[in-house]
């Protein structure tokens, strides 16, 4: 394209320039992400002798999938322009849901699966609806409800079971066959992998083309980027918000699917501080704080950096004392260059 | 902002998911496992003689832990032996332990059970104690910090004698290279048994945190572990949970190494009987909570201070196959 055209095309309308699909790559949010995460692949293929093995691979791809299910639906929220804090636990509620239910009825365990998913899916409505009905910021909303499943993650399991772990359920009919939906090991050319990568992969594609593809989409931008003229024009805020928070909700859910039949017993305990890593994901692939800008393939792709350093790390042999300073250092480099990536390619959007 | 209509379920749709919800509760019961396969063990204790006492216990335990709550049992069956009242709160914050202790100095209760956790945080509320004539019990960690904080006795296990006992039992079954999971960084009881364990291993034992609040990421980080270095044959985890996903990555990774473990549940005794966790090393809560409500008693009831100045060692018990079906019914009940 030659130097005239490019000038008299932009003196028409700056909008209508033609731009190289270089330049247009490098505009995409998950642009920075891709390059920060191709930077530390290739730090620690140098570094560590065992991580370029396809068995470790897949080990990294397990790690970032467990942490990349929930930053896909975080990611969506974030662009919307909202946090969910209490993605963390509600992982862990949805898994002691499906497993006390389950137990305490002796029911085959779908039941509880299923039960699992209305009821995680009713707190996901429950955050959306306290966000819209009262209009506190998200953040005091969903802390609230952080800390009050938290507390009765606890409450009811002791109350429940006596103990402050859900019982093993292995031996439950059905068991094997949810576990073959959530938690199986597949065997790629030689390679274990486990399914939670393909459910991954699935739900980074679907967000994407609601993203990309649907009116949803434009939406959920929309309420991220401007919510005064987004229902000045039309769009349902409340409706798209709420069905963020529902979103989230159901990643939960399969997440705690996941953690049950992989673990067949889950401490009451668990998952809290996790809702800041998912955040942290979205965030490293490019998902503003302040929400209107972001994708979901590059919060897979944060999960991705996230997963490769922290395993990164064992398969280098470094000192595990320093374990965290090495993580947020490889963080804030993979951060560095997609800030330095969309600082460049900013004058071309 | 105004309030968005039809955002709830309507009542049609709700009353279909109720019948759904039900038909699915009566139609999917589970043949095998549950709660009704559960024996029920009944264990009750007659109410113990003596005036009632109230007893305060404050910990440093983490919401959720199932160490605390078998500690909790011991406490609170003695409690119930010796007509006790007890009195439990815990915060992991080492400040808001201190004010925890002092709330419970202001009821005036009889007696004070302590962990010493973060022993200089506790140190000036300890004193008020003293002062105000409050007998103080410690338990768990601070065995070296107890009497000079003005505990009279303290019940707990040595984590570096428990190390020690842990690191001969791994080199008893054969393992030659070691990995020590860390599940909380930074906690220096962890730290202890690792370093004990490495100290009676004889071969080479490396550390491995992971993080403990999240089950698949300690999974991924064994099994990274163990491709890192195929020569491992021996994996120590510090709590009975991270044992269980510890065995999953050596079935994963096809490597031969042996698995023991600190501490204990009802999920580990199978696995022990099963061979697939070797050993475990219980310091036996239980009695941590036990015998100090029971000290406090008897100081009371008869002037009794038991360990003549020194801790009590309610551990390490080392658990293996052999006793594992011994215990089964106790860890069941959720009190081993």
């Known amino acids: 394209m030659s130097q005239a055209v490019l000038k008299s095309a932009a003196a028409a309308d700056e909008r209508l320039a033609r731009r190289s699909p270089l330049r247009r790559l490098a505009g995409r949010p998950e642009f920075g992400a891709l390059l920060g995460a191709a930077v530390l692949f290739a730090f620690f293929s140098v570094v560590a002798d065992a991580f370029l093995r396809a068995s470790s691979f897949s080990t990294v791809l397990y790690a970032a999938s467990t942490f990349g299910i929930m930053a896909v639906s975080v990611a969506l929220l974030m662009i919307g322009g909202e946090f969910d804090l209490s993605a963390g636990v509600m992982v862990t509620t949805g898994a002691l849901v499906a497993a006390l239910v389950s137990y305490q009825l002796t029911l085959n365990v779908w039941v509880g699966v299923v039960i699992s998913l209305v009821v995680t899916l009713g707190l996901g409505l429950l955050n959306g609806l306290l966000y819209v009905r009262t209009g506190l910021p998200s953040f005091i909303v969903t802390l609230g409800t952080f800390l009050m499943l938290a507390g009765a993650n606890l409450g009811v399991t002791k109350l429940v079971t006596g103990n402050v772990a859900s019982d093993s359920i292995r031996d439950m009919d059905g068991f094997d066959a949810a576990r073959a939906v959530f938690a199986a090991d597949l065997d790629v050319g030689g390679v274990r992998v486990n399914v939670t990568v393909l459910w991954w992969l699935l739900f980074v594609a679907v967000a994407t083309w609601i993203l990309l593809r649907t009116r949803t989409g434009n939406w959920i931008f929309a309420c991220g980027g401007a919510p005064g003229s987004a229902r000045a024009v039309g769009v349902p805020v409340a409706r798209v918000k709420v069905g963020l928070f529902m979103g989230v909700a159901f990643t939960a859910w399969f997440s705690g699917m996941h953690l049950l039949f992989a673990y067949s017993s889950v401490q009451s305990g668990e998952g809290v501080g996790n809702e800041f890593y998912y955040i942290i994901c979205a965030v490293i692939g490019g998902c503003l704080l302040t929400g209107g800008y972001g994708s979901a393939i590059g919060a897979a792709i944060g999960a991705f950096i996230f997963g490769m350093t922290s395993k990164g790390i064992v398969y280098a042999e470094w000192n595990p004392d320093w374990f965290k300073f090495f993580l947020g250092a490889m963080l804030l480099l993979a951060t560095v260059v997609n800030l330095v990536v969309r600082r460049r390619a900013e004058p071309s959007r | ?336």
């Open chain 2, 1 to 336: 902002m105004k309030p968005m209509k039809g955002a709830g379920p309507r009542p049609a749709v709700a009353m279909t998911a109720t019948i759904m919800a039900t038909a699915l509760v009566l139609g999917g019961c589970s043949g095998s496992g549950g709660k009704k396969a559960e024996e029920e063990a009944a264990s009750g204790a007659a109410p113990g003689a003596g005036p009632r006492l109230k007893v305060a216990m404050v910990t440093h335990s983490g919401p959720g832990d199932t160490f605390w709550d078998i500690v909790q049992k011991g406490a609170r069956a003695a409690a119930t032996k010796d007509n006790v009242e007890l009195l439990y709160s815990a915060d992991p914050d080492g400040g808001k332990q201190a004010q925890l202790v002092q709330t419970a100095i202001d009821q005036k209760v009889d007696g004070i059970i302590v962990t010493l956790a973060k022993p200089d945080a506790m140190r000036d509320v300890l004193a008020k104690a003293t002062a105000a004539k409050i007998p103080v019990v410690s338990i768990n960690s601070g065995a070296a910090e107890s009497a000079r904080l003005g505990a009279l006795v303290h019940f707990g296990q040595d984590e570096t004698v428990a190390g020690e006992a842990a690191g001969e039992q791994l080199k008893k079954i054969g393992a030659t290279k070691a990995v020590c999971v860390v599940h909380e960084q930074g906690n220096v009881g962890l730290e202890d048994r690792c370093a004990g364990a490495k100290k009676t291993f004889g071969g080479p034992m490396e550390n491995l945190f992971v993080q403990g609040t999240n089950m698949p990421q300690v999974k991924s980080s064994i099994t990274a572990k163990l491709q890192t270095d195929s020569g491992i044959d021996g994996i120590l985890t510090l709590g009975a949970p991270f044992a269980a996903t510890a065995v999953d990555s050596v079935k994963e990774t096809g490597s031969d190494a042996k698995v023991g473990t600190f501490d204990m549940n009802k999920e580990l005794i199978a696995s022990l009987r099963d061979g697939s966790i070797q050993f475990a090393v219980d310091q036996q809560p239980y009695l941590q909570g036990y015998l100090a409500v029971d000290e406090l008693w008897l100081l009371k009831n008869n002037g009794n201070v038991v360990g003549g100045g020194r801790p009590v060692l309610t551990g390490p018990a080392i658990v293996t196959k052999d006793d594992a079906g011994t215990i089964a019914p106790f860890a069941d009940r959720g009190t081993r």
